[in-house]
Structures are given as structure tokens and as C-alpha cells.
């Protein structure tokens, strides 16, 4: 907590959350960091298996 308000440019905002929580109110906020794989060329699933993901990336480096 030392670090995180020590770096913070709004002090206020990380106090906030320390004390009240992160609070969800629409879908949104519940997808933290949604990735774009469009360079890896696959088709659109609901899922991938880690060893599809990891064979594409392999295949693009």
C-alpha cells in the first residue's frame, strides 16, 4: 500500500480503493485487459486451448 500510494498521482482514488474495494457497476469493469490477437490469423472462438495460442505466437516470431 506504501508503494502503490507512493507512486500514485491520485493519492485520493487509491485510498478509495483500498477502503471501499473495486466496485462493478456495468460488464465492462469486469474485463480487466481483454487481448487482440488478430495478428495470429486464428478463428474466432469462445475459447482457445494455452497449446493452440502458444503454437501461434511460435509460428509468428
Do not use: W
Not at 475459447?47 to 509468428?60: G, Q, R
Request: charged share 35%.
Amino acid at each position: 500500500m506504501y508503494e502503490r500510494l507512493a507512486l500514485s498521482r491520485n493519492k485520493t482514488e487509491v485510498m478509495r480503493l483500498a477502503n471501499e474495494g473495486q466496485t462493478l457497476e456495468k460488464p465492462h469493469d469486469v474485463l480487466k485487459n481483454p487481448l487482440v490477437l488478430e495478428f495470429l490469423g486464428m478463428d474466432e472462438k469462445a475459447e482457445y486451448s494455452e497449446n493452440d495460442l502458444e503454437a501461434a505466437i511460435i509460428s509468428k516470431l
